[in-house]
């Protein structure tokens, strides 16, 4: 149990679904993140919530749409997305945006491959 | 900017025997450093985390790190590694109130 859990853990898609990725944690921490990790590539930060509020979209296509509806929960909707998307998604929380000494929390992960 | 090296891409090395993981960055003022771990199939793991004062820093399953200012380096170590080191790890400096990460190095632990 890290605090940060994520559903689906893995999650097979066609091009033309749409899907969402959950996130959820009860730390008590008001950031969020969503990182992708591809194989070969560095960890991608791909957006960051703080108060619930969007702080960062790091030029991800619109075919991924985050959602925050409270500081505990996190979500990734996703749609018409293609072959080269597939890869674990993480999501991360910390105390909150700009406690730099924390570092964060992580979930386990969404494994998602689209056909 | 503050960005990281880790210079390693693989490490295989032996049971029992001692590793470094070595990690660099480039900062021009002071940093918050961090070393995370990944097993097979799970998310990342706070191994340790330099904040500031000893520049030894000890962290969970045996691990340690130095902080080398001059040398802009924070190598982990262990002195002896089991098969279930066997995992990606990751340096990480804090960048703009976010962690910035390097590409991982995969630690290898032969019998």
């Known amino acids: 149990e890290t605090g940060v859990t994520q559903t689906p853990r893995h999650l097979v898609m066609g091009m033309t679904n749409k899907k969402s990725l959950k996130c959820e944690q009860h730390l008590g921490h008001n950031a969020m993140y969503w990182y992708k990790q591809s194989a070969k590539k560095p960890l991608e930060l791909m957006f960051v919530?703080?108060?619930?509020?969007?702080?960062e979209n790091n030029s991800v296509p619109s075919r991924f749409s985050p959602e925050c509806p409270n500081s505990s929960h996190l979500f990734l909707h996703l749609h018409t997305l293609q072959p080269e998307d597939s890869a674990l998604y993480l999501c991360a929380s910390s105390t909150g945006f700009g406690d730099r000494g924390y570092g964060y929390t992580f979930g386990s992960g969404t494994r998602l491959t689209v056909v | 900017a503050q960005s990281v090296t880790q210079l390693d891409s693989q490490v295989p090395v032996f049971e029992e025997a001692p590793v470094e993981l070595r990690c660099n960055y480039s900062s021009s003022v002071s940093v918050y450093l961090f070393w995370y771990v990944q097993y097979p199939n799970q998310g990342l793991q706070l191994l340790l985390k330099?904040?500031?004062?000893?520049?030894l820093v000890k962290g969970i399953n045996g691990f340690e790190a130095e902080f080398n200012k001059s040398q802009t380096s924070f190598h982990l170590r262990k002195p002896s590694v089991h098969i279930s080191d066997t995992a990606e790890y990751f340096c990480?400096?804090?960048?703009?109130?976010?962690?910035?990460f390097g590409k991982g190095t995969k630690l290898t632990v032969n019998p």
């Open positions: 330099y904040l500031s004062g000893s520049t």
């Open positions: 990480a400096v804090s960048r703009s109130e976010k962690l910035v």
């Open positions: 919530y703080n108060f619930k509020e969007q702080t």
